[in-house]
């Protein structure tokens, strides 16, 4: 399995391109299913999840072709994927696949909707507390459809098509919009989601759907109104840029001190995050081409934060704050609220000298002047980012372990950092 050493101490300085989202990727992809022409997507990172997800749906029938770069194109531009799936030639998705990565389970959306039955694997993915999928098999029963459960598997049917309902959601849920919008949009009259969640990612898939033929009102808001069409057509679409990894690198700046320039963000994608970190002493500074970010001179002051849906604070950038917070002059409380258990990262930071101690559903973290490398271990997507930027600013070489986490969700993660100045390279196995 591939390491990664890190040898910190060194600032950062220079430009990062920001990649297309993965969080948007993936559904936008999953979203290929809904039409038997070609969607054409845009911008779509280099990520082990979005490889997972092309074969994924190549069982499923789809035909997935990615443009090869043409001259011109910058080194750091996406993907264009090429989507069709004419014939859906399998409406099951095994768990082999499915256990891989949880937001496949999002499949059973488009196939129940196009198809009138699916059968698809209960998730796996990211070890952050107990995911379930209530909410998501909810929303398909308020649209007609007959779901039941056996040997692990989601089996859903709607032999006569869905019908539209009014879907409410008691808690703020990605993926449950995700498969709600995604069902709704060829059920048979009009839907309503009620506290609809309003990330990004869930508007970048709602304009999608839209170029695709479909009929949404309330886009970015918690209220989704669908009319349902009979047949969606194809599409072209950017993928939008990924907020968290742009937040990462902002909190890796802040962390090691430096310059860095965000390149293709925008500042409202992650405003939240932004805010914090200005608290925490950097300079933020918006641009025509991304954000700026720079901490010189300047300690890092405690900031209590708590997670929240969009547009607060994302669960996504937590594991990165609380490192952010391990070097501050004081104590800071953070507080998560949106999973339980997203904590594996506090004793693999504590290696590194940090002083962290956990109270229920939050964080204390005692600041301190000095961080030492140390051996550690990637243990969740999110998590493992933190490590890399913890071992940004401490004395000595890191190494982390189990990388892979960080390529299901970071591109090029070490050339972007090592362009910048970090000492990083990848030791391949
Ligand atoms: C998505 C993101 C993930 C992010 C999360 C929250 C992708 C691929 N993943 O995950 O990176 O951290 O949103 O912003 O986009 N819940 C239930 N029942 C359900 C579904 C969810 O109780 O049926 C709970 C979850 O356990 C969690 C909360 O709702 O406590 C929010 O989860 P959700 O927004 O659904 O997360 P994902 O879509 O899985």
Redesign the pocket.
Known sequence: MDRIRIVGGGKLNGTIPISGA??AA??LMIASLLTPETLILENVPRLSDVRMLKRILGNHGVDVTVNGKRPGDAATDGEVVKLNAAEIVDTTAPYELVSQM??SFWVIGPLIARMGEAKVSLPG?CA???????????ALERLGVAIDIEGGYVIARAPKGLRGGEIVFP??????T?TALMAAVLAQGTTLIRNA?R?P?VTDLAECLVKMGARIKGIGTSELEIEGVARLGGARHRVLPDR?EAGTYAFATAMAGGDVQLQGVQPHLLQAALDKLAEAGAEVTPNNEGIRIRRNGAGIAPVDMTTE??PGF???LQAQFMALMTRAGGTSRITET???NRFMHVQELARFGARIRLEGDAAIVEGTETLKGAPVMATDL?ASVSLVIAALAAEGETMINRVYHLDRGFEALETKLGACGAAIERIRA
């Open positions: 993965k969080n993936l559904p949880r937001a993915g952050i507390g107990t995911r379930p999928v209530d909410l998501l098999i909810m808690k703020v849920t990605v993926g449950g995700h969640a990330e990612e968290i849906a969009f994302p669960t996504d949106i999973f339980e999110r």
